[in-house]
């Protein structure tokens, strides 16, 4: 057991007696949407895991100690996010080390999620290449966790804000199997297609978590990317959204915003560009994921 790492007891059980278990992220809580809705969508969405079955454990740091799964004041904490800072892997040291408050991304959930035995983890959308990448560099370590932890990881594709044909060939030169729910197209956050290709369609839930003790068995390291459409009913136009994200672009570029904060910026800019159209999509995305997250969780118990 790592000394920083704190697992929340009904999260210890599931995981001592077998039991599906499904990590949550607390980024999307204290950086991706507004106080008081979020704490409305933290206690929707650990509800829907519980009612597929699986335990949900909500991952962040709090006091400098890994909190995998969380209490009722610690998900108030993230949710109110007053001084609490946005973690990925580079940051883990600093806020164990100086007992800092942090929200947990894509990449430091799958840090704990691995650390704690956990295989399945439900996000929103993943991090990956900015446009304009190939000069910024500006690469998000999700890929990296990715390429290296062994989490597998249900999204609704990468965010629209990013350039989502980079994202996927740098998957694909790290060996990460892109695997598509019922779908052939990788889809694009708040719309269902981007009109980039998955590496294979998987129809179920069930044989997505096949394909996970498949790559386990084989002792392949790293984890699975599963990209989950957004409910139709729920799905945005793309070339309409497309129009809405280069002026969220322009904005982010005239403020001089960038690394770190580029992404709450630009998601708050898009769900202002929207009138809160996209904000009810990214609740429905990511409830969904949790859904399918949770499935395959049972599913992969089973086996």
Known sequence: MNPYLDIKEEV??????????????????????PYPENVDFAHRVEKLVRDEGAVPATC??????????????????MCEAKDVGKVSRRDVPVYCALGKNGATTVASTMILAAM???RV????????VHRGGEDSMDISADLQELAHTPVTVVCAGAKQILDI????EYLETMGVPVIGHNTDDFPAFYCRKSGFGVDYNAKTEAEIAKIIKAQRDLGF??????????????????????GIIDVALKAADEAGVHGKNITPFLLAKVKELTGGESFETNVMLALNNARCASRIAVALEKL
């Not at 962040?60 to 904490?77: D, F, S, T, Y």
């Not at 990209?227 to 945005?236: C, M, S, T």
Request: aromatic fraction near 4%; glycine fraction near 20%; hydrophobic fraction near 40%.
């Open 12 to 33: 210890k059980a599931a995981l001592a007696e077998g039991k599906p278990v499904v990590a949550l992220e607390s980024t999307i809580l204290s950086h991706g949407m």
């Open 60 to 77: 962040a740091i709090v006091g400098g100690r890994l909190k995998v799964g969380l209490e009722e004041q610690e998900l108030q904490l």
């Open 116 to 118: 704690a035995g956990i």
């Open 221 to 242: 390291s790293g984890g699975i990317l599963v990209g989950n459409p957004v409910p139709e009913e729920y799905g945005l136009d793309n070339a309409y959204m497309e």
């Open 121 to 128: 983890f439900a996000t929103g959308g993943i991090g990956g």
């Open 165 to 168: 044909g980079r994202t996927l």
